[in-house]
């Protein structure tokens, strides 16, 4: 079975691995990262990504652009704000998020 | 007309990894129930033990506000903003995680356990600066009545934090009662019962049950017998 793309984008390097290292964890899903707005365009437009987790430091301005892009390319893409950084919190806001109950 | 939840002891999560046995009143980890997922602001309500000489290792947080209330035992704590503290029974920490914080917390005893809450609330703004603080709480000030450990507001009781939330401790002789006024509009309260009997207006709690009440201005707390309760108010959000 394909495993679930998601896309984790956070300006905090070493939380930024933290998220991606817990997310492949789960051996149904696999992280791409991304610390600025340019390279998870890019990845974006490259890759078919089920869900996008925003991390933190991203500011409002950012958070929009990227969310805009990532609708126009994707109508149906789920996107969410991670909380807490790669804590406890990740997998079942992930699991919220695939079944549509979360989402920005 | 209020509206309320109530989350018997015996139904949270439980993760027991040896060293940390944790309880969990919503989803956690490895706990994962799309019914307990938050109340309100209230994020996370664990109730942990952690064993003499163990801890969490050096780890990373961001954007939230974690308050962590130690009810047995001393809690080293050190983090990536310099801070090493040791937080002991009778006082309250709180970091507000902001841009992203690294912090490890440690039971340095070599044979007391430690017992902690360990709470999150999502936080109003994202992306603060990080912060840390901790008080000394004095246990006379809430014999009977309700002690303020917690607000929005630098100036006030108790540490503050990033989000229109109120926390509360009380320690109530069995037959006390007092009544409970909400702070804000919209906001909701979370019944934590740390030990004995009491009642919300007409619920029971037991030791360890959690009960939410929100969509009400106020309620009446009861002491069925010797008990001691933690009331944490957060906004309910949309």
Not at chain 2, 62 to 83: A, F, R, T, V
Request: hydrophobic fraction near 35%; glycine fraction near 8%; charge should be negative.
């Amino acid at each position: 079975m394909d495993k679930i793309q998601i896309l984790v984008i956070g300006r905090h390097p070493e939380i930024l691995q933290t998220v991606i290292r817990l997310v492949n964890n789960n051996p149904e899903w696999n992280a791409t990262g991304c610390a600025t707005d340019i390279e998870a365009i890019a990845a974006f437009k490259l890759q078919s990504f089920r869900l996008v987790l925003l991390g933190g430091g991203i500011e409002k301005e950012s958070e929009d652009i990227l969310c805009d892009t990532f609708r126009s390319i994707n109508q149906q893409i789920t996107i969410i704000q991670h909380y807490g950084g790669g804590s406890g919190l990740l997998s079942a806001e992930i699991y919220e998020a695939l079944q549509g109950r979360i989402a920005l | 007309m209020a509206q309320t939840v109530l989350h018997k002891a015996e139904t949270r999560g439980h993760a027991n990894h040896g060293w940390l046995n944790s309880y969990h009143t919503f989803s956690f980890a490895n706990y994962y129930n799309p019914e307990r997922m938050h109340f309100g602001a209230l994020r996370v309500l664990n109730d942990d033990t952690v064993d003499p000489g163990m801890g969490f290792g050096k780890h990373p947080h961001d954007n939230m506000e974690i308050i962590s209330i130690p009810l047995e035992g001393d809690l080293e704590h050190k983090d990536s903003m310099n801070n090493v503290a040791v937080i002991k029974n009778g006082d309250i920490q709180v970091m507000s995680a902001g841009t992203g914080v690294f912090h490890s917390e440690y039971n340095k005893d070599r044979e007391q356990r430690v017992k902690f809450l360990q709470i999150w609330v999502f936080p109003d703004k994202k992306n603060v600066e990080p912060r840390y603080d901790q008080i000394t709480l004095s246990a006379d000030d809430r014999h009977n009545k309700l002690q303020q450990i917690l607000s929005p507001n630098p100036d006030d009781a108790g540490v503050w934090i990033h989000q229109n939330a109120w926390f509360h401790l009380g320690k109530f002789d069995k037959g006390v009662n007092t009544e409970y006024n909400l702070k804000a509009k919209g906001n909701g309260v979370y019944v934590f019962n740390l030990s004995g009997d009491i009642k919300i207006n007409d619920q029971l709690l037991n030791t360890r049950d959690g009960y939410g009440i929100w969509d009400t201005d106020k309620f009446t707390i009861t002491a069925e017998t010797d008990a001691e309760f933690l009331l944490m108010e957060v906004p309910m959000l949309s």
